[in-house]
């Protein structure tokens, strides 16, 4: 067969080989897998963000009333798990109740692989 019968020769041709798709499939299927993994702890981190904000914006009058308050709002939100109202930290700068929190959150891949992710906030 000639090289005009199927209109390039096989040095021209250009393509994926089969390790090549198969390489891209599991490194994307990894990363969709670690996303899916890592997506409801952002999601967490947002709600205790908002709920500590709410609470800041309430000007608690004691520490004891902003935890209690903090507590109520994890009880009303399903997704947070993380913290308790015993875990922040509260202060006051300027005549402002200021809310902090810290947290680590460890993420199991496979085995004894883990993701570990270090939250904190503050409100302003």
Do not use: C, H
């Amino acid at each position: 067969m000639t090289a005009g019968t199927f209109g390039k020769t096989r040095s021209q041709q250009r393509g994926m080989t089969l390790f090549g798709l198969l390489f891209w499939a599991v490194a994307i299927g990894f990363l969709a897998y670690v996303a899916v993994r890592v997506l409801p702890t952002i999601n967490e981190y947002a709600t205790i963000k908002r709920a500590v904000e709410k609470i800041a914006e309430a000007q608690p009058a004691t520490v004891a009333e902003a935890r209690q308050a903090f507590d109520k709002q994890r009880d009303l939100e399903y997704s947070i798990t993380a913290i308790a109202g015993k875990d922040l930290t509260v202060t006051k700068e300027n005549d402002r109740v200021v809310l902090g929190f810290a947290y680590d959150k460890e993420i199991p891949i496979y085995g004894p692989v883990f993701i570990l992710i270090k939250y904190e906030g503050r409100t302003r």
